[in-house]
C-alpha cells in the first residue's frame, strides 16, 4: 500500500513562493509516475504537473509552465513541487498522487492519492 502525505502550502502573496512537499510511505515513488494536481474551490481536479518512471519526461500545465517546477529525491522518497511567481488564479487544494501515470497528466491513471494541502494566494 502506497501512503502519500502533503507539506508545504499555506497563503502567500502574488509574486511569492511556495514548495511543496510529498513523502511517501510505502513503495518507492520512482516506481510509478507522479504528479501534483489541484483543485480550486468549485471547479475540477487538474493535472498541475507530472514526472515520469525515471524523472526523463515532465509534463506542465500551461498556466504554470515557466514557474512550476516538479522534482523527486529518490534517497527521500519525497516528491516536490516549486512554485515561483504564484498568481491568485493558483489558489486551490494541491495533492499529490502516483500510478501508471499519462503523458498528459490525467487524474484518472493515478490510483494513489495524499490528502491535499491548501494554497492561498492573495493581497
Known amino acids: 500500500q502506497l501512503r502519500l502525505a502533503e507539506s508545504g502550502g499555506g497563503s502567500v502573496q502574488p509574486g511569492g513562493s511556495l514548495r511543496l512537499s510529498c513523502a511517501s510511505d510505502?513503495?518507492?515513488?520512482?516506481?510509478?509516475?507522479n504528479g501534483w494536481f489541484r483543485q480550486a474551490p468549485g471547479g475540477d481536479r487538474e493535472g498541475v504537473a507530472c514526472?515520469?518512471?525515471?524523472?526523463?519526461?515532465?509534463y506542465y500545465a500551461p498556466s504554470v509552465k515557466g514557474r512550476f517546477t516538479i522534482s523527486r529525491d529518490n534517497a527521500k522518497n519525497t516528491l516536490y513541487l516549486q512554485m515561483n511567481a504564484l498568481e491568485p488564479g493558483d489558489t486551490g487544494y494541491y495533492y499529490c498522487?502516483?500510478?501508471?501515470?499519462?503523458?498528459?497528466?490525467?487524474?484518472?491513471?493515478?490510483?494513489?492519492w495524499g490528502e491535499g494541502t491548501l494554497v492561498t494566494v492573495s493581497s
Open positions: 498522487a502516483a500510478g501508471v501515470g499519462t503523458p498528459q497528466c490525467d487524474a484518472w491513471a493515478m490510483p494513489y
Open positions: 510505502g513503495l518507492a515513488l520512482d516506481s510509478l509516475g
Open positions: 514526472i515520469g518512471l525515471n524523472s526523463n519526461s515532465t
